[in-house]
């Protein structure tokens, strides 16, 4: 089934919808509420934040993603109508036949520098400099992602900060206890109780939210990754077999 322009960005539109959902359905309930009060350490905050900024830079990438991905299907369209026509490269621009000339995006700058490898290459090509060519462009396209799985990863890594500084003020609670009377010990509970508080929810928070970011930017790797698929295909199967050394 042919896919629809943009269905990446549609498809995190989808994703962050029903994120969003959840969260007012949570929000409803009180849980919000019951996790900035019980957590002493305000990491849960920290971790709340973390989660906004990766969703914005989700929502930028997932729209540039798209945006390549559209101008890479009408660029495969228009090589598929001139597809035995000869290429050649004019002013680092690609043409196809006399006066076609490929629209600009990632896949044509991948495109020209494939034929542009080729050209300068020997009679026999070399199939690791094209497979080189394409991690090049592979990592170009998610190198900014590296941010976001940062993100998730300090997301984690709050959680469990969160969990050990919930059972430091457990264990601090019984510390300054020196006399272990009834009214000590109530007291000595309620504290320990606002220490797991602490442990769980955060541990929770991070747990929770750091799986939600990471399914995001695994849409966006996806993505990224039918980008390259589709500029090699095209490159190994309609374009280097029509390639001219120069303009007819």
């Known amino acids: 089934m042919k896919k629809t322009d943009h269905h990446l960005f549609l498809s995190w539109l989808i994703l962050t919808g029903v994120i969003v959902s959840c969260i007012i359905i949570v929000w409803d309930q009180g849980l919000f509420h019951a996790l900035f009060s019980s957590d002493k350490s305000k990491i ?122 919930g059972f430091i003020f457990m264990l601090g609670s019984v510390a300054d206890s020196s006399n272990l009377d009834l009214n000590a010990m109530q007291k000595v509970m309620q504290q320990m109780s606002s220490g797991m508080g602490t442990a769980l929810y955060t541990t929770l928070a991070g747990l929770i939210g750091s799986l939600l970011l990471a399914l995001q930017y695994q849409l966006l790797d996806r993505g990224a990754d039918d980008l390259m698929h589709k500029a090699v295909h095209t490159a190994e199967v309609d374009i280097l077999p029509n390639v001219v050394s120069n303009q007819a």
């Open 44 to 165: 849960s905050i920290a971790i709340c934040l973390i989660y906004a900024l990766g969703t914005l830079h989700c929502a930028i990438r997932s729209w540039q993603i798209s945006k390549q991905l559209v101008l890479a299907d009408r660029a495969a369209l228009l090589i598929q109508r001139y597809k035995k026509s000869p290429v050649y490269l004019d002013d680092s621009r690609l043409r196809i036949g006399t006066q076609t000339s490929i629209p600009s995006s990632i896949m044509t700058d991948f495109l020209v520098d494939t034929v542009k490898a080729s050209t300068a290459s020997d009679e026999n090509r070399d199939e690791n400099r094209s497979s080189a060519l394409a991690d090049i462009y592979s990592d170009k396209l998610k190198s900014s992602h590296d941010y976001g799985w940062f993100f998730v990863d300090a997301m984690i890594k709050l959680g469990l900060l969160g969990t050990i500084v």
